[in-house]
């Protein structure tokens, strides 16, 4: 049984922020200025797992815009990175559109204030364990993890598990 209280099965897809989310809030600059972004392999995990059974569609919608973001998120599996957005809201409703997804099939993951129009646009809001307290209130589910410790791999494993595709025995003897 799911900690989160939403028919996980109605889910096909889910869009996740970078920083705060993907990523924590707080991240080393370079000495050129740009913001220096961690990942977590057990997020990845998840997310590639998600795309190679081809069970949830996955959006990245981000205002960040660094070299290797692209490549990073491109290489797990996603098709659909939206950087440097400036108006989440508006791409968020022509992706769902594109892809012919309503609103209670697809989950968003925000950490703060320009989250929020998607947030509530979507069918379950997600917020991170140290989100924006705006952010927190209007989330269905709150991860226990904190932005960049494990908020995808935290929500896909419900998500994944409720599809049955969490884990498959075949994985754990192939050390997948």
Known sequence: MSRIAYDLS??????FDIDGV?????????????????????DGYAMVRATRTQTLSLCIISGADASG???????????DIYLAAGDKLAIFERWMDARGLSPDEVAYVGDDIPDLPCMRAAGLPVAPADAASECRQVARFVTKAAGGYGVARELLEEILKVKGVWPVDGDLANGR
């Open 22 to 42: 993907l990523s924590p809030a707080t991240v080393p600059l370079g000495e050129d200025g740009i913001p220096k972004r961690m990942a977590n392999l057990r």
């Open 10 to 15: 109605r889910i096909k897809a889910v869009v």
């Open 69 to 79: 973001l692209r490549e990073r998120f491109a290489m797990i599996g996603i098709n």
